[in-house]
């Protein structure tokens, strides 16, 4: 099957080195062009593109489909094209170009968390189970006829970052197993069903902390928005940035009764565990970026900042 891979950020990567693996003629790799990077906003490719340049493709760079590049796409004969985090929109000229369409590999149950940022979503939402639908891409956001689905069990310690990582790679191999299907004619796609919910980006201002919140949605949040972009909070109003936290003592089978009882927000050193209140019970401190420093071990901080007296996020 002769097909084109559309994808940019490092979690499209495992999906691309998997149908190369599998043997697809992967005619060409479409991403997003250069883009800044780091404080001295350096022009670097994207990981898809790197990896696409590794592996010898040819590498089509455009952030919205312009007529010429229909023209291209349209010119390659592809059988089907995959595509994984792209980060544009296809119009119905580019939906055309591939026999079989285009199968998009979108890392949410679906209907559940259609949009940009499906695995911050759960995380947020607290899900049980996370997972990755393969489906045809229309015009509609995220709302096509699915292909094949995998499940697994949403660690509630876990990172979005981690539980995408994850996802990355077990949904490598659904999508090798849906191009593979639609290959062979053993596959074909079926309507969405159940209720549908949507996964916008998350900004800036959605990672500030609210400490007032019950621990479990205070850290839900910051799961949520680990890596990006970053969970933060204030403290004499300066921005400090936060790792994930974990339950006193890190079991989490404590009932709530058995845990220290801090007021929102203030900070206290037990022993060798920098607690947080909330809006229920403590949790404590992992690791946290001061403004201009490093990001640190919460215990180091906190015992040099001790001598400014009581600590408290705001």
């Given at each position: 099957m002769r097909i084109?891979?559309?994808?940019?950020?490092?979690?499209?990567?495992?999906?691309?080195?998997?149908?190369?693996?599998?043997?697809?003629?992967?005619?060409?790799?479409?991403?997003?062009?250069?883009?800044?990077?780091?404080?001295?906003?350096?022009?670097?490719?994207?990981?898809?593109?790197?990896?696409?340049?590794?592996?010898?493709?040819p590498v089509l760079k455009a952030n919205r489909f312009t007529p010429e590049l229909i023209t291209q796409l349209g010119a390659l004969g592809l059988d089907a094209a995959a595509i994984v985090a792209y980060g544009g929109i296809v119009p119905p000229a580019g939906l055309a170009a591939p026999r079989h369409g285009w199968i998009n590999l979108h890392f949410s149950v679906l209907p559940a968390w259609r949009g940009a940022a499906p695995v911050q979503h759960a995380v947020l939402a607290g899900?049980?189970?996370?997972?990755?639908?393969?489906?045809?891409?229309?015009?509609?956001?995220?709302?096509?006829?699915?292909?094949?689905?995998?499940?697994?069990?949403?660690?509630?310690?876990?990172?979005?970052?981690?539980?995408?990582?994850?996802l990355s790679h077990s949904g490598a191999v659904l999508l090798v197993q849906t191009l593979s299907g639609l290959e062979a004619g053993r596959v074909t796609a079926t309507p969405q069903t159940g209720e549908a919910s949507l996964a916008p980006k998350l900004t800036i201002d959605d990672a500030r902390i609210d400490w007032s919140q019950p621990a479990v949605a205070v850290r839900?949040?910051?799961?949520?928005?680990?890596?990006?972009?970053?969970?933060?909070?204030?403290?004499?109003?300066?921005?400090?940035?936060?790792?994930?936290?974990?339950?006193?003592?890190?079991?989490?089978?404590?009932?709530?009764?058995?845990?220290?009882?801090?007021?929102?927000g203030r900070i206290d050193v037990v022993g060798r565990q920098v607690?947080?209140?909330?809006?229920?019970?403590?949790?404590?401190?992992?690791?946290?970026?001061?403004?201009?420093?490093?990001?640190?071990r919460a215990l180091d901080w906190a015992r040099g900042a001790a001598t400014r007296g009581e600590l408290v996020f705001e």
């Open positions: 084109l891979f559309a994808g940019t950020p490092g979690v499209a990567v495992p999906s691309l080195r998997a149908l190369v693996d599998a043997g697809f003629d992967v005619a060409a790799v479409l991403t997003r062009v250069d883009a800044p990077v780091g404080r001295r906003k350096v022009l670097t490719p994207s990981p898809v593109a790197a990896v696409a340049e590794e592996l010898g493709l899900d049980d189970v996370t997972g990755a639908s393969t489906f045809l891409l229309e015009e509609g956001l995220d709302t096509g006829p699915v292909f094949g689905v995998m499940t697994e069990t949403l660690d509630p310690g876990a990172t979005s970052g981690e539980v995408l990582d994850r839900r949040r910051i799961n949520a928005v680990t890596p990006e972009p970053g969970a933060w909070s204030t403290l004499d109003g300066q921005r400090v940035k936060l790792g994930p936290v974990t339950p006193p003592g890190g079991d989490e089978r404590l009932a709530d009764g058995g845990r220290p009882t801090v007021p929102p607690l947080v209140g909330t809006g229920t019970h403590a949790l404590v401190l992992g690791d946290l970026q001061p403004a201009g420093k490093k990001m640190m």
